[in-house]
């Protein structure tokens, strides 16, 4: 038997989710305030620690509450809902027959319901009331002066503040699995049936099922003495062993200790923690070079019959060479990190000891919310900890037949996140309105399920690789290559600054494999901006049967692309010119047979030319051809967003800009970033300060636009050009002095204003350039 699922409606920012639990680990991530704690606050909340607080309710029924205070006709009391769905097998049915709805159920899957729910709405209505009319009448004027103040309860919302829990109880269902529909979503009308068990109360029966602990983020491990906060390893080891090693008073070897000598009693101390111990070293601690946890007494005659206070955690120096008396420091000398891993360690064992010990009706389901496990650990640690959790909470074998572990970890960790692949995510999503405070839950299995297998190995690995942070970012910027990601900052500054408040990350994908993420940013109904280049290559000779085919921004280009394409499906890889170490390229145009062979690199402005990205061929614009691509619009570039929760994609490439050299004003664009950056920069390219840009033409001042247009693309396809030298050597002069290309600036506005408009009439940094849009 495990949790396999959770619904819950109207708590918090969880107005109406869906949540699906592996059997083993289930990792929730998403942004900072999307709901990922609040799951586990439900639960514990509807298992009966705590207590509700009227700010429980999601934020759009607060004005169905004042509503119902003032009388209105069409207003009902909100409640808070939860359906907790277990998965069992043949052996657990004893267990769940409470909860089967009928004698004809048949399958694995039995429900409950916990509603939590107004005792009786009109009476609380009435209570309120009458609550409100005292506290005017104490208003009252005083010596025939009104005070102007309004006295609380000013409406009903206010009142539940502080009655919410009297006027509110939790009441249990029995769920018919037969009438939701594979979404959980129950059929309209349906009214489940009230559990009355037979000798227990619906409390007490999700109690023997489900049995809920936690390990909070705050877990105040402190270095600083005397910290009311703080909560030290010596201490928390102490309750470790009163709660659940073998006791001094049942240990006569511990007896003997306490009576002979301090040494006897380190033996034993060192005996019950050793299988705590070799937990902590399947998660790679010590390790080398750290100190060896001991535990050892402290006693002295006032002391020696307290475990908390005779006992203290030490770290040994040096190796493990059997010394007896090896130097030790005490435990506030060890580094954070390791203290939050031993912290987490014990805690885990310590509850998972204390569910093993249930000797009465222990509940087959053991679930374990552990909150931001990466505080104080590095990136190899943090991997070590979420790949060898449940080894610390595995089951003997007989338990394992009818009892199980679940755990969920949430997490602001990309090393976490990627250590066990898209399997076991579950993303949080926030509202994009700022009018609804909520939030969806996505269920990443399914995409692993539906995806191609060859795009969710490619994107599982390249995620695991680069550690990237796309789900915690409020949009991503997918760049062509490593030159975009080093400029993209100083770009971001410089075209787009409102983008340095918001929250981004940038993928280095390329445009051969930039539409590989489409279905993954289009499942996670992500914000993109795909900066690519135009890739233009010379295209394969037209045949006479396709002359008539298809045209226009939706693919009509493919014949012309697709006879180039090769068997692998990709256009052949450019044959760059070489040129010579002097950089005097004033060689001898090659052959026009060799010069057009379809699918190598052209200037941008060869009449007939092909684009090889596919990205721009499979995703958008869907163009084969550069000139396609040059006429598609604004609409072409976009993939709009048909509603709140859906992605929002623009692809931004190189398009024609007015380029001036001399006397000559000309409609150019270039073929990669470089190319575009030098020809919208051009004077200063060719200033001879510019030399380590490496877009310095010999004797440019002799050439005419065309002609340096022709060198500058040679210079960049050549094998000599070094693109990271190119950014690097950029990053050195001041910003102020070149322009953004424009199709970057572009695309950079457009995310500016997706993710940060400025309010209405204002006017920001960068604002007053061309707001234009362009592809």
Not at 123 to 135: D, I, S
Not at 399 to 404: E, G
Not at 596 to 614: F, L, R, V
Request: hydrophobic share 40%.
């Amino acid at each position: 038997m495990y949790l396999k699922k959770v619904s819950i409606r109207n708590f918090r920012r969880l107005s109406n989710v869906v949540i699906d639990l592996a059997p083993d680990i289930s990792i929730f991530v998403g942004a900072n305030n999307s709901g990922k704690t609040s799951v586990g606050h439900a639960l514990q909340l509807f298992t009966g620690r705590g207590k509700f607080s009227v700010h429980d309710f999601s934020a759009d029924q607060w004005p169905q509450i004042v509503a119902f205070g003032e009388g209105e006709a069409e207003a009902e009391l909100p409640s808070i809902e939860i359906d907790i769905w277990l998965e069992i097998g043949a052996d657990d049915i004893h267990r769940v027959v409470d909860l089967l709805p009928s004698l004809a159920w048949e399958g694995a899957l039995v429900g409950m319901r916990v509603v939590f729910g107004p005792v009786d709405p009109n009476m609380t209505r009435v209570r309120y009331t009458e609550a409100r009319q005292r506290a005017l009448e104490a208003m009252a004027p005083q010596d025939g002066e009104a005070l102007a103040f309004d006295p609380s309860p000013r409406n009903l919302q206010e009142y539940l503040r502080d009655k919410l829990n009297d006027e509110y109880e939790l009441r249990h269902f029995v769920l018919d699995p037969r009438r939701f529909d594979p979404a959980m979503v129950a059929e309209v009308g349906y009214q489940p049936k009230q559990l009355t068990g037979r000798d227990r109360t619906g409390a007490k029966i999700l109690e023997s099922l489900l049995r809920i602990d936690f390990l909070h983020a705050q877990r105040h491990l402190s270095d600083l003495p005397g910290s009311a906060r703080a909560e030290n390893l010596s201490r928390v080891l102490s309750r470790f062993y009163d709660r659940n090693l073998e006791q001094r008073g049942e240990d006569l070897v511990a007896l003997r200790a306490l009576a002979e000598s301090e040494a006897l009693l380190n033996e034993h101390l060192e005996r019950v923690f050793a299988p705590t111990l070799r937990s902590l070293a399947r998660l790679g601690y010590p390790g080398l070079a750290n100190p060896r946890l001991m535990i050892r007494s402290a006693l002295d005659p006032e002391s020696i019959m307290s475990s908390r206070d005779g006992t203290r955690v030490h770290y040994a120096l040096g190796p493990d060479d059997g010394a007896t008396e090896p130097p030790t420091l005490p435990d506030n000398y060890n580094g954070l990190g390791f203290k939050n891993l031993i912290f987490m360690v014990v805690e885990l064992l310590d509850i998972h000891a204390q569910w093993l010990g249930i000797e009465d009706n222990r509940p087959p389901v053991h679930l374990i919310f552990i909150e931001e496990p990466e505080a104080h650990l590095h990136a190899q640690l943090q991997q070590a900890f979420i790949r060898k959790v449940m080894d610390i909470l595995a089951l003997g074998e007989e338990d394992q037949v009818h009892y199980t572990s679940q755990v969920v970890v949430t997490t602001h960790s990309t090393h976490i996140l990627y250590e066990r692949g898209f399997r076991p995510i579950r993303y949080f999503r926030r509202s994009r309105s700022e009018a609804i405070s909520t939030s969806d839950v996505l269920n990443l299995s399914i995409f692993y399920d539906d995806t191609d297998p060859n795009i969710r190995t490619f994107l599982e690995r390249y995620l695991r690789l680069t550690h990237c942070d796309l789900f915690f970012a409020d949009a991503t910027v997918l760049v062509e290559g490593n030159v975009e990601r080093l400029l993209l900052p100083q770009m971001i500054t410089s075209a787009a600054p409102r983008l340095q408040s918001t929250y981004l990350t940038v993928l280095e994908i390329g445009g051969a494999f930039g539409y590989r993420f489409k279905s993954l940013i289009e499942f996670l109904g992500l914000t993109a901006l795909v900066i690519t280049d135009l890739d233009s290559v010379f295209a394969a000779p037209v045949l006479e049967a396709d002359e008539e085919g298809e045209g226009g921004a939706d693919g009509a280009d493919g014949a012309v692309v697709a006879a180039a394409l090769d068997e692998g499906g990709a256009l052949p890889a450019a044959e760059a010119e070489d040129e010579d170490d002097d950089q005097e390229d004033d060689a001898a145009e090659p052959a026009a047979d060799v010069a057009e062979k379809p699918g190598k690199a052209c200037i941008a402005g060869h009449p007939g030319a092909a684009t090889s990205n596919q990205t721009l061929l499979q995703w958008l614009p869907r163009c084969g051809t550069v000139e396609a691509l040059w006429a598609a619009t604004d609409d072409d570039c976009t993939q709009p967003r048909a509603n709140d929760n859906q992605a929002l994609v623009r692809v931004a490439y190189q398009c024609r800009t007015d380029v001036t050299w001399g006397e000559d004003t000309m409609a150019l664009a270039g073929r990669t970033l470089e190319e575009a950056f030098a020809l919208e920069n051009l004077a200063w390219c060719q200033d001879v300060a510019r030399k380590s840009l490496q877009l310095r033409i010999p004797k440019a001042g002799d050439k005419d636009l065309t002609d340096l247009a022709r060198r500058i693309h040679r210079r960049v396809q050549a094998k000599s050009f070094k693109k990271t030298d190119f950014a690097l050597a950029l990053l050195a002069e001041d910003p102020a002095q070149w322009a953004v290309p424009a199709y970057i600036a572009n695309g950079l506005r457009w995310l500016e204003n997706e993710l940060a408009p400025l309010p209405a009439g204002g006017l920001g940094q960068g604002d007053a350039v061309n707001p234009e849009i362009a592809a």
